[in-house]
C-alpha cells in the first residue's frame, strides 16, 4: 500500500485538535488540521470589534490547578492577571459569586464566618442527606435562600429542564466559602492570554498544514484516505452515522452589542438568575483583558434548545445520553486508528484546562 500523504488528520481545530497537532509536529509527524468553520480555534476564537477581542463562543477563562498543563500554555501565550469574579443580579440588586462571605452579607446582613455558617446550617436542617439531583444538592449545600435567588433561574434557564431533574455533578463545580474571597475559581493558575485566545491557537497551529470551511463529512472517504490516523474532535454521534440513536446538546446564542460608551458594567460577567430575565448572562468583552478602548462590546447570552444545525455547546449527561454515550464510547474503542478528543466526541462537560490535559496525556505514536 503506497504510504499516506499525512501521519494525522485532525478533524477539528479548537483546543483538543491544535494541541494535539502542536504535540504530533513536535514528535517530527505530517499532520494536517481541517475545520467545517471559516476560522481556526473552535470556541475559543475571538472576533476582533471595536479593537476587542470578542469571545464569540462564550466567555472562557482559563485556570487550572494542573502545573504541567499551566506551563505548557504560559510557554505559547504570556498570560495576564485576569481573576473572574463574576456577580449576579437578581430583580437589580447584586450578589457577588462565588457563593463567600461577600454573598452572605448582602443576604443576610451576616458579618463573621461564624455567622454565616450558622444561618445556612438553618436552611440545610432539611435537606436530603444523599442529594439525588441538582436541587437535593443546592439546598444541601448552601439552603433554600441562595437556591431560590442565585441558583435556580439561572439554572433552569441554562439547562432548559427542572432542578430537580438535572444531575447533582454540575453544581458541584461552584465554590462555596467562609472567607471574603470574589475568585470565582479555587485553580493555582488563571488568566486570559495576553491578546486574546487567538495567539494560543496561532501558537499551537505555527507552522502546521490546516484547511478551513472544510467539512470531513462532505468528502468522508477523500479525507479518511489521506492519513493513516485521525483525530476526530466533532460529535461522536455523527461519526457513527447515528447509528444507536441522537445525542442531546444544549445550546446557547448571543446578541452582542457594539456601545458607545467605555464600560457598561464595571464586570467580565454579570449573570441574570432571575427566570423572568430571558438571558443568562451579560458579557463585557474588554474586561477580559483590562481594555481601555472608548467603546465597549456587550453580549446578551441566551440558552437555546439544541436542534440539528445549532451549535451544541454543552453535553447533557442524564442518564439516558450517558447510556446512549457509552454505546458510542464502546465503539469508539474498538477503533484501530481513530482518537476520539474534546467535548463534543467524548460528550463531556471539559474545562479548557482538563482538554489540555487529555491531549497531552494521548501519546503521539
Ligand atoms: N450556577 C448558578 N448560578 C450562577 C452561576 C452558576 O446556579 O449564577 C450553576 C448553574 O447550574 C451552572 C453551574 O452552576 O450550570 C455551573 O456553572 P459554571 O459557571 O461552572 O458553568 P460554565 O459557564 O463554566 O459552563
Redesign the pocket.
Known amino acids: 500500500m503506497p504510504a499516506k500523504k499525512y501521519d494525522y488528520l485532525i478533524v477539528g481545530s479548537g483546543l483538543f485538535g491544535a494541541v494535539f497537532a502542536f504535540r504530533a509536529r513536535q514528535a517530527g509527524k505530517r499532520v494536517l488540521v481541517i475545520d467545517r468553520r471559516a476560522q481556526l480555534g473552535g470556541n475559543i476564537f475571538c472576533a476582533n470589534i471595536a479593537g476587542i477581542n470578542v469571545h464569540k463562543y462564550?466567555?472562557h477563562i482559563f485556570h487550572t490547578s494542573n502545573k504541567k498543563v499551566w506551563d505548557f500554555a504560559a510557554a505559547l501565550v504570556e498570560f495576564n492577571n485576569f481573576i473572574n469574579m463574576?456577580l449576579?443580579n437578581y430583580r437589580g440588586k447584586l450578589y457577588s459569586?462565588?457563593f463567600n462571605m461577600h454573598t452572605f452579607y448582602a443576604l443576610w446582613g451576616v458579618t463573621t464566618p461564624r455567622e454565616a455558617r450558622q444561618k445556612i446550617a438553618e436552611q440545610t436542617l432539611r435537606a436530603a442527606k444523599e442529594p439525588q439531583n441538582?436541587e437535593e444538592q443546592?439546598v444541601a449545600l448552601v439552603g433554600q435562600d441562595i437556591?431560590e435567588i442565585?441558583?435556580?433561574?439561572?439554572?433552569e434557564k441554562?439547562?432548559g429542564r427542572k432542578?430537580a431533574e438535572?444531575p447533582a455533578f454540575?453544581?458541584k463545580?461552584?465554590p462555596v466559602r467562609f472567607t471574603f474571597d470574589n475568585n470565582?475559581f479555587n485553580d493555582r493558575y488563571q488568566g486570559i492570554p495576553v491578546g486574546g485566545y487567538n495567539k494560543l491557537i496561532n501558537a499551537l497551529l505555527d507552522g502546521a498544514q490546516t484547511k478551513t470551511s472544510c467539512d470531513f463529512f462532505a468528502d468522508r472517504p477523500c479525507w479518511e484516505n489521506l492519513a493513516d490516523k485521525i483525530v476526530y474532535t466533532g460529535e461522536i454521534d455523527r461519526y457513527y452515522n447515528y447509528e444507536f440513536g441522537k445525542l442531546e446538546y444544549r445550546s446557547l446564542r448571543w446578541e452582542t452589542e457594539t456601545l458607545d460608551c467605555d464600560n457598561y458594567q464595571g464586570s467580565a460577567l454579570i449573570?441574570y438568575?432571575d427566570a423572568a430575565v430571558p438571558y443568562?448572562?451579560i458579557i463585557e468583552h474588554k474586561h477580559f483583558e483590562f481594555g481601555a478602548q472608548p467603546q465597549t462590546v456587550i453580549s446578551r447570552e441566551y440558552p437555546a434548545e439544541w436542534r440539528e444545525g445549532a451549535e451544541p455547546f454543552?453535553p447533557i449527561n442524564d442518564a439516558k445520553n450517558t447510556a446512549l454515550y457509552n454505546k458510542y464510547a464502546e465503539l469508539a474503542r474498538r477503533e484501530k486508528r481513530v482518537i476520539f478528543g474534546g467535548r463534543l466526541a467524548e460528550y463531556k462537560?471539559y474545562?479548557m484546562d482538563k482538554v489540555i490535559e487529555r491531549a497531552l496525556e494521548i501519546g503521539v505514536v
Open positions: 462564550g466567555p463574576p449576579a459569586l462565588p441538582l443546592a437556591y442565585l441558583i435556580k433561574g439561572y439554572t441554562q439547562w432542578c438535572l454540575i453544581i463545580r461552584l470565582y449573570n438568575t443568562t448572562r454543552y462537560y474545562d
